[in-house]
């Protein structure tokens, strides 16, 4: 936090503020005369090697070798035995909640610089360029916050119900802890994902255009089972509110469905432990699938209400501006989307050879039910392999592999829903949903990688 | 004589034991019933229907007053601001009155939008205020105030004349008047459940295909060259070790070496971002008092934000510890311009450390 303090005093400002119309002009007009016929031509090499890609696998190319033998006669890391090999350890409980090794000290959360103006009404994005699996390390979840974040006593701390109930009720940490508990894999991402590349290429990495997503294994109630204790009348109460017990009090109308159904949980635990501060310590709402706003943190009270609320998130922000000059109001499920993470935006590829295309795919309708993969920007596409757990509303990994030839490719993923539901084109989603959205861009997303082993953020038209 | 009693301390007991097994349910011995004044002290939301919300009223002289002190810092005199926060008011025209439609909303080359512009429920404006404002001191506002403040509001947007008084009584007939009351739809597909009546096929139809399905890619988008840097060296920002590393956005591009990355030579390793942790951590303990006390909601450490970056104040009262301290907890205008700077709830001892901090320089 004190890094990011020090950060907010000299911010670089951000291109997608830096970008003046007359750039804007200029990066279009470039986009469409010189770099296209470097791509075309590019094209013309890059897709028979992609063609031909399976049958290389297997074929003894002369690929540079990518750990050459020292002129020596043997790498000095064999050779010469270091330190740690030759020495004594330290002990047991040296650090009593252990941290990630020194040397992975590049993957920390980050704020986007110029984005917003304060720390404390701001967001901070997953480095997803270097995580594995479907879980985001407790430490590198994202974080948003409209007014700053607590650390709460959690013997202090209660929770409320009232609204149409048979009895108003309140409940103490203890008790809660007390009730019959579930865990469950779900995925949260921030409506406001992605949003910086509605109208252009903004960012240049994976943790800025994707980064307000993370994964986790929460433990809690669910709601279902406290409303009931409280004799809630679900017959004529339609709706439910969700209340913060910070500064900002975040509240969003939750959906009754997602409640009745047992999916809505009422979460303490994260990844084994207690939730993390920033994430709501010590209780938070869970709502698999629909944006992170409507997850409350430091949540203190739910209301059941016969008519939506209208709160300040979900009519003032949170709203998605239609091209008909309409908002979309209560827009909450996260639709069906994936990412490449590697190779992804400013990423370097060192030589030409095998890598393993890798990413994350996720629906708020439920499981993924597979990824394919294009190295040409969208004319060809491979299966990818989707491993194992493949879990309803939580992250997906999936693995392609890739010999890359040394020629500029464009990788994209296109995910698939259970519901058949096949993430969509940008010219797709601009089609209905204007560039003026800022919510809800869950378009398939392009790297272009360039002969020189760059990666780059762009879009394809 | 004897036996009595102990006959009723039985019969007392029973009592008790079934009193306690009636109000029970599945899980009993958890959560009580909420007294009244518990659920009072915090059902605090004010729904579109005015639901919740309480009796009073405020005048739009009473808001400005309020607005003056505890708004404008952030949000402007008009609300125009936005150094901290997007602007508040402007962009509605006395049409968008009549037809509760925004009509600047259409228009695909409009900057940009305020909250007027955008919200339909006046009721929305009253709890927002009433709940997470002043920003660093929500729920401190009388409910006279919130009247006040929110008459205040509408009144800049021209919804409501000068004189007004906004009350419990009229502020239905000021939603009729809110100039993009009819601007929200909920006909989407995007909310899970039937409670508004709208299930609807998805907004997009894409479909899988697997061969020869665009007919040629064209690059339509890219970051430009001088953005490069934008985001801070992308090569700190990636494992040093695995498939690939990050790119040196410190250099052209086109220009990373390619040796010093290469995972095998010792003699070059990739670029650690560094957390420095040493003799500096006085300082840090500054840093994180002024984050504590919201001193940085308004000054840079650099930057002026709303007030002074804390570095040009620092250069200005070299060695003034007293004078810092005390205006530190006063606050004033004047000094740096009209905008003041509220008194501080601070205490002595926070506010002496960070007068001496600045006194000295505001090092790092």
Redesign the interface.
């Known amino acids: 936090?004190?890094?990011q303090?020090?950060d907010?005093?000299?911010v670089?400002?951000?291109?997608e503020n830096?970008?003046t119309p007359t750039?804007v002009k200029?990066?279009?007009a470039e986009?469409?005369q010189g770099?296209?016929d470097f791509?075309?031509r590019a094209?013309a090499a890059a897709s028979t090697a992609t063609v031909a890609g399976a049958a290389a696998v297997s074929a003894p190319a002369a690929w540079a070798q990518?750990?050459p033998i020292p002129s020596e006669g043997g790498?000095?890391?064999i050779l010469n035995l270091p330190e740690h090999a030759t020495g004594l350890g330290q002990g047991v409980a040296t650090e009593g909640y252990g941290k990630p090794s020194?040397?992975?000290?590049?993957?920390?959360r980050?704020q986007?610089?110029g984005l917003t103006?304060?720390?404390?009404?701001s967001v901070s994005f997953a480095?997803l360029?270097?995580l594995f699996g479907i879980v985001t390390p407790s430490g590198l979840h994202f974080e948003r916050h409209?007014?700053?974040w607590w650390d709460i006593d959690p013997s202090k701390h209660r929770f409320?119900?009232?609204g149409m109930v048979k009895?108003?009720?309140?409940?103490t940490m203890d008790?809660i802890m007390?009730?019959p508990s579930v865990s469950r894999f779900h995925f949260i991402e921030c409506g406001a994902n992605t949003a910086v590349d509605w109208g252009?290429?903004?960012?240049?990495?994976v943790?800025?255009t994707h980064g307000m997503l993370s994964c986790s294994e929460f433990t809690g109630v669910p709601l279902i089972?406290?409303l009931?204790?409280?004799g809630a009348d679900l017959k004529n109460g339609?709706?439910l509110?969700a209340?913060g017990g910070d500064?900002?009090?975040m509240?969003r109308t939750i959906?009754?469905?997602?409640i009745t159904s047992g999916e809505v949980l009422v979460a303490y635990g994260q990844n084994g432990e207690m939730l993390r501060p920033e994430n709501g310590y010590p209780l938070r709402l869970v709502v698999p699938?629909?944006q992170g706003v409507s997850w409350v943190k430091y949540l203190?009270?739910v209301?059941v209400?016969d008519?939506?609320?209208?709160?300040?998130d979900e009519?003032?922000h949170y709203?998605d501006?239609?091209?008909?000059?309409?908002?979309?109001?209560?827009?909450?499920?996260q639709?069906c989307k994936s990412v490449v993470t590697?190779?992804s935006g400013?990423?370097?590829?060192?030589d030409k050879g095998f890598?393993?295309i890798t990413g994350l795919a996720w629906s708020g309708k439920g499981k993924i039910k597979?990824v394919?993969v294009?190295t040409?920007?969208?004319?060809?596409?491979?299966q990818a392999r989707l491993e194992t757990p493949v879990l309803s509303k939580a992250l997906s990994r999936f693995n392609l592999d890739w010999i890359w030839n040394g020629k500029p490719a464009?990788i994209q993923s296109?995910a698939?829903d259970e519901t058949a539901?096949?993430?969509?084109?940008y010219k797709?989603?601009r089609d209905?949903?204007?560039?003026?959205s800022i919510y809800?861009n869950n378009a398939i997303q392009s790297w272009?990688v360039q002969e020189?082993?760059?990666?780059?953020?762009?879009?394809?038209? | 004589m004897f036996k009595f009693p102990k006959i009723a301390l039985l019969l007392a007991l029973c009592l008790t034991s079934l009193t306690a097994f009636a109000q029970s349910?599945?899980?009993p011995g958890?959560?009580?019933?909420?007294t009244a004044k518990?659920?009072t002290a915090?059902?605090?939301?004010v729904?579109?229907?005015f639901?919740g919300l309480p009796a009073g009223s405020g005048s739009v002289a009473k808001g400005q007053d309020v607005w003056e002190t505890k708004c404008a810092q952030c949000h402007g005199i008009f609300g125009e601001s936005n150094?901290?926060?997007s602007p508040l008011i402007g962009g509605t025209t006395a049409a968008d009155i009549k037809t509760g439609?925004?009509?600047n909303?259409?228009r695909?080359d409009y900057p940009g939008?305020t909250?007027i512009m955008?919200?339909?429920?006046v009721?929305?404006l009253w709890?927002?205020i009433n709940?997470?404002m002043p920003?660093t001191n929500?729920?401190t506002l009388t409910t006279e105030e919130v009247y006040a403040v929110t008459g205040f509001m509408l009144n800049l947007a021209g919804i409501v004349p000068d004189d007004f008084v906004l009350s419990n009584k009229n502020i239905a007939e000021v939603q009729k008047r809110m100039p993009?009351r009819n601007?929200?739809?909920?006909a989407?597909?995007?909310?899970?459940?039937?409670?508004?009546g709208n299930a609807v096929k998805?907004?997009?139809?894409?479909?899988?295909?697997?061969?020869?399905?665009?007919t040629?890619?064209?690059?339509?988008?890219?970051?430009?060259d001088f953005?490069?840097?934008?985001?801070?060296n992308?090569s700190?920002?990636?494992?040093?070790v695995?498939?690939?590393?990050?790119?040196d956005?410190t250099r052209p591009?086109?220009n990373?070496d390619?040796s010093s990355?290469?995972?095998?030579t010792?003699a070059t390793t990739p670029?650690?971002?560094?957390?420095s942790t040493d003799s500096k951590s006085d300082n840090?303990a500054v840093?994180?008092l002024?984050?504590k006390n919201?001193c940085?909601?308004c000054h840079?450490?650099?930057?002026k934000?709303v007030g002074p970056?804390?570095?040009e104040i620092a250069k200005k009262y070299p060695g003034k510890v007293d004078y810092l301290a005390v205006k530190i907890k006063a606050g004033g205008s004047g000094v740096w311009g009209a905008i003041p700077m509220p008194a501080q709830d601070i205490s002595e001892a926070d506010a002496k450390i960070i007068a001496n901090w600045l006194a000295n320089g505001a090092p790092?």
């Open positions: 936090m004190i890094d303090l020090n907010s005093g000299r670089i400002k951000a291109p830096f970008l750039d200029t990066v279009f986009g469409k770099r296209r791509i075309r094209f990518s750990n790498d000095p890391n020194k040397f992975e000290s590049n993957l920390q980050r986007s610089p103006q304060t720390t404390q009404a480095p360029q270097s409209h007014q700053g409320m119900i009232n009895k108003a009720k309140v409940f008790e007390r009730l252009n290429v903004a960012v240049p990495t943790q800025y089972t406290l009931e204790l409280a339609k709706f509110l209340e500064g900002s009090s509240t959906p009754m469905s997602l699938g629909t203190r009270r209301e209400g008519q939506p609320y209208a709160a300040k009519a003032i709203i501006l239609q091209p008909s000059g309409l908002h979309r109001q209560y827009a909450s499920i639709e590697t190779p400013g990423q370097v590829l060192l890598y393993n597979r394919d294009s040409d920007g969208g004319r060809n596409w491979r464009i296109r698939q539901y096949v993430q969509p084109m797709q989603l209905v949903r204007g560039t003026r809800h272009l020189n082993g760059e990666v780059k953020n762009v879009q394809v038209s | 349910t599945k899980y958890i959560g009580r019933d909420a518990e659920v915090w059902d605090i939301d729904r579109p229907d639901k150094e901290v926060f439609r925004v009509a909303l259409t695909a939008r909250t955008k919200v339909a429920s009721s929305t709890d927002y709940r997470a920003w929500p729920k993009n601007g929200m739809t909920t989407h597909a995007m909310w899970p459940g039937k409670e508004f998805p907004d997009t139809q894409n479909v899988i295909c697997m061969t020869n399905c665009v040629e890619p064209k690059l339509a988008s890219f970051l430009p953005a490069r840097n934008a985001h801070g992308l700190e920002q990636n494992r040093i695995g498939q690939q590393k990050g790119a956005t591009e086109g990373t390619k990355a290469t995972p095998n010792s670029p650690l971002a560094t957390k840090k840093l994180a002024l984050s919201v940085t909601a840079g450490i650099d930057k934000i970056g804390l570095t790092k």
